[in-house]
């Protein structure tokens, strides 16, 4: 773990591994341990994988905005002297992080990874239901989103459930969501409500594009990814059975060989699959 220090915030950041540099965002409300299953990439890639601000060991204060933490990872490649385009990889809360990257950065993309995650903007309803659970966080903590996310956020099927090492993710997420602290939950939850509808900047993307779905994630699920493989011009897209919304956390091996195939591709060749290819892997 290194700490980075950026003019409005410190960073810690676990970086392993050497060559084609490899963002991983986490997701909300958790930290990079949750891309510990990642690691075996680093024999390939260099991977840089931060605690986003206000979570994990990072410091404050909490987020104000998606866009402010795409300007983070940015800064953050700089501080790691990153000058070549970085292949960004975001889950959930990092893959809306991931876009903003895209749009707001484009120069700083090699490619972009896009899991378990969407384009669009919340519907009046999740923005509703962000505000009061933000509400209830603000009164009786961190259980609150433990109890209202944890249910949803691994595969339901038999197959899932059996999974070696489920129990173990169970315990990291819930020991992750109590670490991290109410104000940056309520912030964060009030940066997801308020970001913007993606799809359109996405349709200026001209990277080649990995889009990664749990078959049974209830949170995003791979409709989401589906309307996305409309939107890129240059997409591969992967549904992973029998997992859920942490598809790279309950099923790494799976995840990892599909993610090193594409990245043979954005380093062997600078693109990925062309734009009338549209390849689409249902993994079984």
Not at 27 to 46: C, K, N
Not at 145 to 163: F, K, Q, T, Y
Not at 274 to 283: G, I, K, L, S, Y
Request: proline share 9%; net charge negative.
């Amino acid at each position: 773990m290194h700490t980075i220090h950026l003019p409005d915030t410190t960073l810690a950041v676990h970086t392993c591994g050497s060559g084609l540099p490899v963002l991983l965002l986490h997701a909300f409300p958790f930290d990079h341990a949750m891309w510990a299953g990642q690691d075996p990439l680093a024999d390939d890639v260099r991977l840089i994988v931060p605690d986003q601000r206000g979570f994990g060991r990072s410091a404050g204060p909490p987020p104000a905005s998606i866009a402010q933490l795409a300007d983070d990872a940015v800064a953050l490649l700089d501080a790691l002297h990153v000058a070549e385009p970085a292949v960004i990889c975001g889950l959930s809360m990092g893959g809306y992080v991931a876009e903003h990257v895209a749009a707001r950065h484009p120069h700083r993309v090699r490619a972009l990874i896009l899991v378990d995650t969407k384009l669009e903007a919340d519907t009046p309803e999740a923005r509703a239901a962000r505000e009061k659970l933000a509400a209830t966080v603000a009164r009786v903590g961190q259980e609150a989103v433990a109890e209202a996310m944890i249910p949803n956020l691994l595969a339901r099927s038999d197959a899932g459930r059996a999974r070696s090492g489920r129990a173990a993710g169970e315990e990291l997420l819930r020991r992750t969501i109590h670490a991290t602290p109410v104000a940056t939950i309520t912030a964060a939850l009030a940066a997801l409500a308020a970001r913007p509808d993606m799809v359109e900047p996405m349709r200026a993307v001209t990277v080649p594009v990995l889009l990664v779905v749990g078959a049974e994630d209830t949170i995003t699920p791979p409709d989401c990814m589906e309307r996305a493989e409309r939107v890129f011009p240059r997409p591969r897209l992967l549904i992973m059975p029998h997992c859920g919304h942490m598809a790279p956390l309950e099923d790494p091996d799976t995840f990892n060989a599909a993610v090193r195939e594409f990245l043979r591709e954005v380093a062997g060749h600078g693109a990925g699959p062309q734009a009338d290819e549209h390849p689409r892997n249902h993994v079984h």
